[in-house]
Nanobody
Framework: QVQLVESGGGLVQPGGSLRLSCAASGSIVRANAMGWYRQAPGKQRELVAHMTSGGLTNYADSVKGRFTISRDNAKNTVYLQMNSLKPEDTAAYYC?????????WGQGTQVTVSS
């Protein structure tokens, strides 16, 4: 009953930046946790960024220092700011929100880092 709509993906050169957005159909104020995952062809889906309800964040070692997860409660939106992008960041990115004991996923947005 909760829809998550992702946007912001695209093609970018190495070293460039993108900001992914995940807009929820309802309030995310009471979300227990939220995060961003990515999956490259032939690879397992991996967690890249996570935020608890209290605002504590964690990042995969591969993106630490380059990616930042944030939220805007007024806009019911979760963001992933991606800087200093590398070709190995190329993947489909999915947002996830845990709310009232249920897990909700965005539809995915493709990020391609290539020169």
């Amino acid at each position: 009953q909760v829809q998550l709509v992702e946007s912001g993906g695209g093609l970018v050169q190495p070293g460039g930046s993108l900001r992914l957005s995940c807009a929820a159909s309802g309030s995310i104020v009471r979300a227990n946790a939220m995060g961003w995952y990515r999956q490259a062809p032939g690879k397992q889906r991996e967690l890249v960024a996570h935020m608890t309800s209290g605002g504590l964040t964690n990042y995969a070692d591969s993106v630490k220092g380059r990616f930042t997860i944030s939220r805007d409660n007024a806009k019911n939106t979760v963001y992933l700011q991606m800087n200093s992008l590398k070709p190995e960041d190329t993947a489909a990115y999915y947002c996830q929100i845990l709310l009232l004991g249920m897990v909700y996923w965005g539809q995915g947005t493709q990020v391609t880092v290539s020169s």
